[in-house]
Protein backbone atom coordinates (compact mmCIF):
# COMPACT_ATOMS: atom_id res chain seq x y z
CA UNK A 1 0.00 0.00 0.00
CA UNK A 2 0.89 3.78 0.05
CA UNK A 3 3.22 4.87 2.41
CA UNK A 4 3.64 8.27 4.22
CA UNK A 5 3.69 11.15 1.49
CA UNK A 6 5.07 14.46 1.50
CA UNK A 7 5.42 17.83 -0.57
CA UNK A 8 6.66 19.88 -1.53
CA UNK A 9 9.98 17.60 -1.38
CA UNK A 10 11.87 20.72 -1.73
CA UNK A 11 11.22 24.10 -0.53
CA UNK A 12 13.14 27.40 -0.44
CA UNK A 13 12.06 30.62 0.63
CA UNK A 14 13.12 34.09 1.69
CA UNK A 15 13.08 35.17 5.00
CA UNK A 16 10.02 36.46 6.39
CA UNK A 17 7.84 34.39 4.17
CA UNK A 18 5.65 31.74 5.52
CA UNK A 19 5.60 28.08 4.72
CA UNK A 20 3.45 25.20 4.78
CA UNK A 21 4.27 21.54 4.44
CA UNK A 22 1.82 19.18 3.87
CA UNK A 23 1.61 15.69 5.26
CA UNK A 24 -0.37 12.53 3.83
CA UNK A 25 -0.10 9.42 6.47
CA UNK A 26 -0.81 5.70 5.45
CA UNK A 27 -4.00 5.07 5.44
CA UNK A 28 -6.08 4.13 8.95
CA UNK A 29 -2.81 5.40 10.89
CA UNK A 30 -4.75 7.52 13.87
CA UNK A 31 -1.10 8.67 15.03
CA UNK A 32 0.59 11.51 13.32
CA UNK A 33 4.45 12.61 14.09
CA UNK A 34 6.40 15.72 12.95
CA UNK A 35 9.76 15.49 13.58
CA UNK A 36 13.27 17.85 12.14
CA UNK A 37 16.44 16.65 11.07
CA UNK A 38 19.14 19.22 11.36
CA UNK A 39 22.86 18.68 10.70
CA UNK A 40 23.69 20.27 14.25
CA UNK A 41 20.63 19.13 16.25
CA UNK A 42 19.79 15.75 15.13
CA UNK A 43 16.36 14.37 14.86
CA UNK A 44 14.11 16.21 16.81
CA UNK A 45 10.34 15.54 17.31
CA UNK A 46 8.56 18.70 16.60
CA UNK A 47 4.01 17.55 17.56
CA UNK A 48 2.06 14.66 18.08
CA UNK A 49 -1.35 14.18 16.92
CA UNK A 50 -3.69 11.56 17.91
CA UNK A 51 -6.26 11.87 15.35
CA UNK A 52 -7.06 15.40 14.95
CA UNK A 53 -5.92 16.03 18.71
CA UNK A 54 -2.63 17.03 19.25
CA UNK A 55 -1.71 15.98 22.98
CA UNK A 56 1.78 16.88 22.52
CA UNK A 57 3.20 20.10 20.90
CA UNK A 58 6.04 20.14 23.40
CA UNK A 59 8.41 20.25 20.20
CA UNK A 60 8.05 23.09 18.08
CA UNK A 61 10.88 25.60 18.94
CA UNK A 62 8.54 28.69 18.84
CA UNK A 63 5.19 30.51 18.62
CA UNK A 64 6.41 30.87 15.14
CA UNK A 65 5.67 26.85 14.31
CA UNK A 66 1.97 25.67 14.06
CA UNK A 67 0.67 22.57 13.17
CA UNK A 68 -3.03 21.21 12.49
CA UNK A 69 -4.70 18.20 11.29
CA UNK A 70 -8.09 17.39 9.34
CA UNK A 71 -10.41 14.51 9.17
CA UNK A 72 -7.72 12.11 10.97
CA UNK A 73 -5.81 12.43 7.80
CA UNK A 74 -3.46 15.06 6.46
CA UNK A 75 -1.46 17.32 8.85
CA UNK A 76 -0.40 21.05 7.87
CA UNK A 77 2.83 22.37 9.03
CA UNK A 78 3.24 25.84 9.15
CA UNK A 79 5.98 28.69 9.39
CA UNK A 80 5.19 31.91 10.26
CA UNK A 81 7.86 34.35 9.41
CA UNK A 82 10.55 32.03 8.64
CA UNK A 83 14.23 32.12 9.98
CA UNK A 84 17.57 30.58 8.27
CA UNK A 85 17.77 28.43 11.80
CA UNK A 86 14.32 27.18 10.54
CA UNK A 87 16.43 25.53 7.51
CA UNK A 88 15.91 21.54 8.02
CA UNK A 89 14.80 18.18 6.77
CA UNK A 90 11.13 18.23 7.95
CA UNK A 91 10.05 14.60 8.57
CA UNK A 92 6.44 13.47 8.67
CA UNK A 93 5.43 9.93 10.34
CA UNK A 94 2.76 8.27 11.07
CA UNK A 95 1.75 4.83 13.03
CA UNK A 96 -1.36 2.80 14.20
CA UNK A 97 -1.46 4.71 17.29
CA UNK A 98 -3.48 4.42 20.27
CA UNK A 99 -3.57 4.69 23.41
CA UNK A 100 -2.70 0.69 24.99
CA UNK A 101 0.27 0.35 22.79
CA UNK A 102 3.00 1.57 20.78
CA UNK A 103 3.53 0.69 17.23
CA UNK A 104 6.63 1.37 14.64
CA UNK A 105 6.42 4.64 12.68
CA UNK A 106 6.60 4.40 9.61
CA UNK A 107 8.68 8.11 7.73
CA UNK A 108 7.63 10.00 4.81
CA UNK A 109 10.44 11.11 2.65
CA UNK A 110 10.68 14.56 4.13
CA UNK A 111 10.78 18.25 3.15
CA UNK A 112 13.89 20.13 2.22
CA UNK A 113 13.20 23.53 3.53
CA UNK A 114 16.08 26.07 2.51
CA UNK A 115 15.49 29.46 4.09
CA UNK A 116 17.60 31.96 2.06
CA UNK B 1 15.00 11.94 31.63
CA UNK B 2 15.19 9.67 28.43
CA UNK B 3 18.31 9.68 26.58
CA UNK B 4 19.81 7.42 23.83
CA UNK B 5 23.80 7.16 23.31
CA UNK B 6 25.51 6.40 20.04
CA UNK B 7 28.94 6.55 20.40
CA UNK B 8 30.30 5.43 17.15
CA UNK B 9 30.05 8.57 14.82
CA UNK B 10 31.28 6.71 11.60
CA UNK B 11 32.63 3.35 11.17
CA UNK B 12 33.84 1.79 7.26
CA UNK B 13 34.05 -1.79 6.87
CA UNK B 14 35.24 -3.44 3.77
CA UNK B 15 32.35 -5.67 1.79
CA UNK B 16 31.85 -8.82 3.95
CA UNK B 17 33.14 -8.00 7.09
CA UNK B 18 31.05 -7.99 10.37
CA UNK B 19 29.96 -4.98 11.75
CA UNK B 20 28.61 -4.22 15.00
CA UNK B 21 27.11 -0.72 15.83
CA UNK B 22 26.14 0.01 19.70
CA UNK B 23 23.34 1.98 21.63
CA UNK B 24 22.58 2.77 24.91
CA UNK B 25 20.14 4.23 26.27
CA UNK B 26 18.75 5.62 29.76
CA UNK B 27 15.21 5.27 31.05
CA UNK B 28 13.72 5.06 34.69
CA UNK B 29 10.29 3.51 33.17
CA UNK B 30 10.20 -0.59 33.37
CA UNK B 31 8.57 -0.45 29.99
CA UNK B 32 9.57 0.93 27.14
CA UNK B 33 10.41 0.04 23.64
CA UNK B 34 13.71 0.50 21.33
CA UNK B 35 13.75 0.50 17.71
CA UNK B 36 16.29 0.56 14.91
CA UNK B 37 15.85 2.75 11.42
CA UNK B 38 17.87 2.87 8.78
CA UNK B 39 18.52 6.28 6.76
CA UNK B 40 20.11 5.18 3.22
CA UNK B 41 21.62 8.05 0.96
CA UNK B 42 18.04 8.60 -0.14
CA UNK B 43 17.18 10.23 2.89
CA UNK B 44 13.89 8.42 4.09
CA UNK B 45 13.95 6.42 7.66
CA UNK B 46 13.23 2.69 6.93
CA UNK B 47 12.35 0.93 10.25
CA UNK B 48 14.04 -2.14 11.13
CA UNK B 49 13.38 -3.67 14.56
CA UNK B 50 11.24 -2.65 17.65
CA UNK B 51 11.84 -4.93 21.07
CA UNK B 52 9.59 -4.51 23.90
CA UNK B 53 11.67 -3.91 27.24
CA UNK B 54 10.41 -7.40 28.80
CA UNK B 55 11.33 -8.95 26.24
CA UNK B 56 15.32 -10.00 26.21
CA UNK B 57 15.68 -12.80 23.30
CA UNK B 58 18.06 -11.19 20.90
CA UNK B 59 16.44 -12.07 17.29
CA UNK B 60 18.12 -12.56 14.28
CA UNK B 61 16.48 -11.44 10.34
CA UNK B 62 18.80 -12.43 8.00
CA UNK B 63 22.07 -10.93 7.76
CA UNK B 64 20.98 -8.49 10.13
CA UNK B 65 20.60 -9.29 14.32
CA UNK B 66 20.25 -7.59 17.55
CA UNK B 67 21.15 -7.99 21.07
CA UNK B 68 19.24 -6.26 23.49
CA UNK B 69 20.73 -6.62 27.38
CA UNK B 70 18.77 -4.67 29.94
CA UNK B 71 21.66 -4.78 32.35
CA UNK B 72 24.30 -3.01 30.25
CA UNK B 73 20.83 -0.88 28.87
CA UNK B 74 22.08 -1.26 25.61
CA UNK B 75 20.30 -2.68 22.41
CA UNK B 76 23.10 -3.62 19.43
CA UNK B 77 22.95 -4.19 15.99
CA UNK B 78 24.97 -6.25 14.12
CA UNK B 79 25.23 -6.69 10.16
CA UNK B 80 26.86 -9.88 9.06
CA UNK B 81 28.96 -9.98 5.63
CA UNK B 82 28.44 -5.99 5.16
CA UNK B 83 27.38 -5.43 1.85
CA UNK B 84 27.75 -1.59 -0.25
CA UNK B 85 23.77 -1.61 -0.08
CA UNK B 86 24.14 -1.83 4.00
CA UNK B 87 25.67 1.98 3.83
CA UNK B 88 23.37 4.13 4.94
CA UNK B 89 23.04 6.23 8.53
CA UNK B 90 21.74 4.05 11.54
CA UNK B 91 19.74 4.94 14.35
CA UNK B 92 18.62 3.92 17.28
CA UNK B 93 15.59 5.25 19.75
CA UNK B 94 13.71 5.08 22.60
CA UNK B 95 9.83 5.22 23.14
CA UNK B 96 8.10 5.60 26.58
CA UNK B 97 5.47 2.98 27.25
CA UNK B 98 2.90 6.09 27.58
CA UNK B 99 1.56 9.50 26.39
CA UNK B 100 3.22 10.67 23.40
CA UNK B 101 4.90 7.80 21.61
CA UNK B 102 7.49 10.35 20.50
CA UNK B 103 10.81 9.05 19.55
CA UNK B 104 13.90 10.02 21.09
CA UNK B 105 16.84 9.21 18.51
CA UNK B 106 20.22 8.96 19.27
CA UNK B 107 22.86 11.09 16.99
CA UNK B 108 23.04 8.14 14.39
CA UNK B 109 26.33 5.92 13.13
CA UNK B 110 26.99 6.21 9.35
CA UNK B 111 28.18 2.94 8.41
CA UNK B 112 30.42 2.99 4.77
CA UNK B 113 30.94 -0.47 2.97
CA UNK B 114 33.95 -0.62 0.72
CA UNK B 115 33.97 -3.10 -2.16
Known amino acids: GAGVSQSPSNKVTEKGKDVELRCDPI?????LYWYRQSLGQGLEFLIY????????KSGLPSDRFSAERTGGSVSTLTIQRTQQEDSAVYLC??????????????FGPGTRLTVT | AQKVTQAQTEISVVEKEDVTLDCVYE???????LFWYKQPPSGELVFLIR??????QNEISGRYSWNFQKSTSSFNFTITASQVVDSAVYFC????????????FGTGTRLQVFP
Open chain 1, 93 to 106: ASSLGGTSGTYEQY
Open chain 1, 27 to 31: SGHTA
Open chain 1, 49 to 56: FQGNSAPD
Open chain 2, 27 to 33: TRDTTYY
Open chain 2, 51 to 56: RNSFDE
Open chain 2, 93 to 104: ALIRSYNTDKLI
